[in-house]
């Protein structure tokens, strides 16, 4: 089984000062899959992201790459392994254009960027590169706008490509949808679906619609722990959920499923 | 970028700007504008306030006119041995504080500036409160002999020169982009494989020894090193200087300088010399009220607007 799983988690555990944000988690992703992390708020899903990504320090327990232990390491490191993160607050650089935000991604491979004596012409050759991943995203005619303009729906769809030219073997993003209309929800759910081919996704995810759509498998945490865990349907069903997190949100959760 | 027509019509003025002005004073203005490129190369391309710069100025200073006074070097080697001292402790300083961020960057730098102070001030080789006196140019190259003023003037303008294009070159180098990038998203830049902290610590110790090059240069100009290119006046003034001008822009920092340098020297020896630091303040405060984007970001402004 271990094989198996790209990421786990070992007792995982987060203390800020007496309070236990995330309490003894052990999560197990399984290769290729999109696996949403859901619960109501302030169950600790962005703190799991954090712990993940080493943003925060856990206080004990594990993570498990690919089995290899990479709790000691920095956030850097931990991007540098293949995981690649977003948050839940749109994380584009906003007085860059477009396609530099996917160039600063696609330069790191190429190991030149601590040398201040060059021109930047030299990254001029990325530029194809940049622009296809643009283009997988629908956003080739944005290319050399500056960021900051951009709607809200395109800087997520910009970020995911931004994330893409890492070529992630992990991507956890955090709240993917939220504060999104009704179409750019839509186009947002369908771009993880299309980029989830050959990689495996963790999302946190509020949307149910989006969760019963995508997610091959769901944990859901309550107050800093796992609830229950299972596809969709187990979970959708569980009394437990339904009762702690859904609660008057049940009968959309029918709908949904 | 770099408006070709702009950069060559402020050379023109730089090389025929001595028929005109003290070439002293413009020594001193490009010394000034140099040290507060050098300061916005972190301020507004990493995003980053370091309180302490003027320890890297005096630095430069200290040891370009140390070695001038008790070595046989020549002014080149002994500005360049400045510049490399400046770095040097930039490499330290740097090191301890990108660590931390916001104020606390700010305020780690301010205190490791005044560390600084209290040891040049104590110590016996830079003569404490009367400073480095004395201080000969000599020849540069061993060939050309400095001791006119316009012919300092014009190794002033050429080491400006050099200094404005390395700021030019690091800005917009792959080094520059990721800066920018640290500017505009700390956090995604970190979630992207970028370790900020190097990144950081890199622009640092570059500003810290163009820093070192304006001090050494200055020393040389004045013949003399003291205590108030340490102090801590300094690096409030050029954060004066670089918001003023225009924090984030290219010729931002040189306005800047050429505006507040120019005032401290017709208004101290004048009749509201009393005032000059009453008066400074009111022009710093206007400028943060009503245009926070300096003089040359204000003028940008205004041609994107209007043309």
Redesign the interface.
């Known amino acids: 089984m271990t094989q198996d799983h790209i990421l786990e988690t070992r007792n995982l555990t987060k203390g800020f000062k007496g309070f236990i944000a995330v309490d003894d988690v052990n999560l197990n992703i399984r290769r290729g899959d999109i696996h949403a992390l859901i619960g109501p708020n302030g169950a600790g899903k962005t703190t799991v992201f954090n712990l993940l990504?080493k943003?925060l320090q856990p206080t004990s327990g594990q993570i498990l790459f690919n089995g290899q232990d990479i709790t000691p390491l920095?956030?850097?490191?931990i991007?540098?392994k293949g995981i690649?993160?977003?948050?839940q607050i749109s994380?584009?650089?906003?007085?860059?254009s477009v396609l530099?935000n996917v160039?600063?991604?696609l330069?790191?491979q190429?190991g030149?960027?601590?040398?201040?004596?060059?021109?930047?012409k030299?990254?001029e050759h990325l530029n194809d590169r940049a622009l296809e991943l643009l283009k997988s995203v629908g956003l080739e005619s944005f290319a050399h706008s500056v960021t900051v303009d951009l709607p809200y729906g395109r800087k997520r769809a910009l970020e995911i490509a931004?994330t893409l030219a890492?070529e992630p073997e992990l991507m956890l993003l955090d709240e993917p949808t939220q504060g999104m209309g009704h179409e750019d929800v839509g186009m947002i759910a369908e771009l993880i679906k299309q980029v989830s081919a050959n990689r495996t996704i963790l999302m946190v995810e509020h949307n149910l619609h989006v969760v019963s759509k995508l997610a091959d498998q769901i944990t859901v945490l309550q107050r800093g722990a796992i609830l229950t865990e299972g596809d969709y349907a187990t979970v959708s069903a569980d009394p437990q959920v339904r009762e702690a997190y859904m609660g008057s949100e049940a009968d959309a959760v029918e709908v949904a499923s | 970028m770099i408006n070709r027509k702009l950069l060559i019509a402020l050379l023109a003025i730089g090389l025929l700007a001595p028929l005109a002005v003290y070439p002293v004073f413009l020594a001193k203005l490009l010394c000034f504008a140099l040290f507060a490129a050098a300061f916005n190369l972190l301020l507004g391309f990493v995003g980053i306030l370091s309180f302490g710069h003027a320890a890297f100025l005096g630095t430069g200073g200290y040891v370009t006119g140390w070695l001038m006074l008790n070595s046989g070097l020549t002014p080149e080697l002994a500005i360049i041995a400045g510049t490399l001292a400046g770095a040097l402790l930039g490499a330290v300083y740097g090191k301890l504080a990108v660590k931390r961020e916001g104020i606390y960057f700010a305020m780690v730098t301010l205190a490791l500036a005044q560390l600084t102070f209290f040891i040049y001030l104590q110590a016996p080789f830079t003569g404490g409160e009367d400073g480095m006196q004395g201080i000969p140019r000599r020849a540069l190259f061993g060939l050309i002999d400095l001791s006119n003023n316009t012919v300092m003037y014009y190794l002033v303008l050429a080491i400006f020169c050099f200094g404005f294009w390395l700021i030019n070159?690091?800005i917009?180098?792959?080094?520059?982009?990721?800066l920018?990038?640290i500017r505009?998203?700390e956090?995604?830049?970190?979630?992207?494989?970028?370790?900020?902290e190097?990144?950081k610590w890199?622009a640092f110790v570059?500003s810290a020894a163009l820093a070192a090059l304006a001090g050494g240069t200055k020393s040389l100009v004045f013949e003399l090193a003291s205590l108030t290119d340490v102090h801590w006046h300094m690096s409030g003034e050029v954060i004066l200087m670089t918001l003023v001008g225009g924090v984030g822009t290219l010729f931002g920092p040189l306005a800047g300088a050429a505006l507040v340098v120019t005032m401290q020297n017709y208004l101290s020896g004048g009749e509201l010399g009393n005032y000059l630091h009453i008066i400074m303040g009111a022009v710093f405060v206007i400028c943060v009220l009503s245009f926070r984007s300096g003089i040359v970001g204000q003028l940008q402004k205004f041609k994107r607007n209007n043309f």
């Open positions: 990504t943003f920095k956030p850097a490191a991007a540098n690649i993160r977003s948050f994380a584009v650089f906003p007085h860059l530099e160039r600063i991604a330069q790191r190429e030149n960027s601590f040398h201040f004596w060059r021109s930047d030299v990254l931004t890492l | 070159r690091t917009h180098s792959p080094f520059g982009q990721v920018k990038a505009e998203n956090p995604r830049a970190i979630s992207l494989g970028y370790d900020v190097k990144y890199l570059i």
